[in-house]
């Protein structure tokens, strides 16, 4: 697998990140979002699997397991500007493929009418934002319930988890906030580019129903693709299937069909 080109700790606008630079395919450039309440490393090898066919930034916001502890925590907007900074702080005019995964699908489906020009499609994948939990009781037995999909990915999660709560103590408790509560309809709704919504047929923690809202929400240029043995946490953990997967939706533009509001079956 290609090793990352360079890897970087960055300050937009005095608050800190990280991203890597994996490939070297000048005719595809990919963005992949790190979700808030991770970090750089559970994504090192999605990154470099997704670098077999573009060249790709992985980038770690701010509140991530390797950055500075973020006094407060940040709404998917102040996320936006921050990512936007940074972009062009580093010349990168163009994405032609925008991933977002759990806590930073809001922060692209907040970038993508920004970018009408900027970004050619999106992949949300266990987007939170369509079926909040309300409890974190509920989080946690949702996530229990997609485990068996996922290996020994859970138990690393844990760890990374807690150590972010220790670090990143105000962000995760507002993140964690955000995925109780909070829907993104209007987030959604504004949202032109093509979209895809990759989606485990175990990820009970972002929903089963989600990919449904979500497309409906989008419109015409929402297709779901689901992942029949995938979790909350599937590009992670299945890295090369998430990879091909990206790969084999490319030329998916303005021929992706209406959103059925009926349970599609499983794609993979």
Same mark, same amino acid.
């Given at each position: #697998?290609?090793?990352?080109?360079?890897?970087?700790?960055?300050?937009?606008?005095?608050?800190?990140? &990280?991203?890597?630079?994996?490939?070297?395919n000048p005719? +595809?450039?990919?963005?992949?979002?790190?979700?808030?309440?991770?970090?750089?490393?559970?994504?090192? &090898?999605?990154?470099?699997?997704? $670098?077999?066919?573009?060249?790709?930034?992985?980038?770690?916001?701010?509140?991530?397991?390797?950055?500075?502890?973020? @006094?407060?925590? =940040?709404?998917?907007?102040?996320? $936006?500007?921050?990512?936007?900074?940074? #972009?062009?702080?580093?010349?990168?005019?163009?994405?032609?493929?925008?991933?977002? +995964?759990?806590?930073?699908?809001?922060? *692209? #489906?907040?970038?993508?009418?920004? =970018?009408?020009? &900027?970004?050619?499609? /999106?992949?949300?994948?266990?987007?939170?934002? !369509?079926?909040?939990?309300?409890?974190?009781?509920?989080?946690?037995?949702?996530?229990? &319930?997609?485990?068996?999909?996922?290996?020994?990915? @859970?138990?690393?999660?844990?760890?990374?988890?807690?150590?972010?709560?220790?670090?990143?103590?105000?962000?995760?408790?507002?993140?964690?906030?955000? !995925?109780?509560?909070?829907?993104?309809?209007?987030?959604?709704?504004?949202?032109?580019?093509?979209?895809?919504l990759l989606?485990?047929?175990?990820?009970?923690l972002a929903?089963?129903?989600?990919?449904?809202?979500?497309?409906? =929400?989008?419109? !015409?240029?929402?297709?779901?693709? =689901?992942?029949?043995?995938?979790?909350?946490?599937?590009?992670?953990?299945? @890295?090369?299937?998430? !990879?091909?997967? *990206?790969?084999?939706?490319?030329? /998916?533009?303005?021929?992706?069909?209406?959103?059925?509001?009926?349970?599609? @079956?499983?794609?993979?």
């Amino acid at each position: #697998m290609p090793s990352p080109l360079y890897r970087k700790p960055i300050h937009i606008a005095g608050a800190p990140g &990280r991203y890597s630079l994996y490939g070297t395919n000048p005719h +595809h450039t990919t963005l992949l979002i790190v979700s808030p309440v991770a970090g750089l490393s559970a994504y090192e &090898r999605t990154a470099r699997e997704l $670098a077999r066919h573009s060249r790709v930034y992985l980038l770690e916001l701010p509140g991530g397991e390797s950055t500075s502890r973020l @006094p407060e925590g =940040w709404d998917p907007d102040r996320y $936006a500007d921050w990512v936007a900074n940074w #972009m062009n702080s580093i010349g990168l005019t163009h994405i032609h493929t925008l991933i977002g +995964h759990s806590n930073s699908g809001p922060v *692209v #489906m907040e970038l993508a009418p920004r =970018w009408p020009k &900027r970004a050619g499609r /999106l992949i949300l994948a266990g987007s939170i934002g !369509a079926e909040p939990k309300h409890t974190l009781l509920r989080v946690i037995l949702a996530y229990a &319930r997609g485990v068996t999909s996922e290996g020994t990915f @859970p138990l690393r999660a844990f760890w990374i988890l807690l150590g972010n709560l220790v670090k990143q103590t105000a962000s995760l408790c507002h993140q964690r906030k955000l !995925a109780l509560d909070k829907t993104f309809e209007s987030l959604a709704s504004r949202v032109n580019q093509p979209t895809i919504l990759l989606w485990g047929r175990h990820d009970y923690l972002a929903g089963l129903n989600a990919p449904h809202r979500f497309a409906q =929400w989008i419109g !015409a240029n929402a297709r779901i693709v =689901w992942r029949k043995t995938g979790g909350h946490d599937w590009l992670i953990v299945e @890295p090369q299937t998430f !990879a091909q997967t *990206v790969h084999d939706q490319k030329n /998916l533009g303005n021929s992706i069909p209406p959103p059925s509001l009926s349970p599609a @079956p499983p794609s993979l």
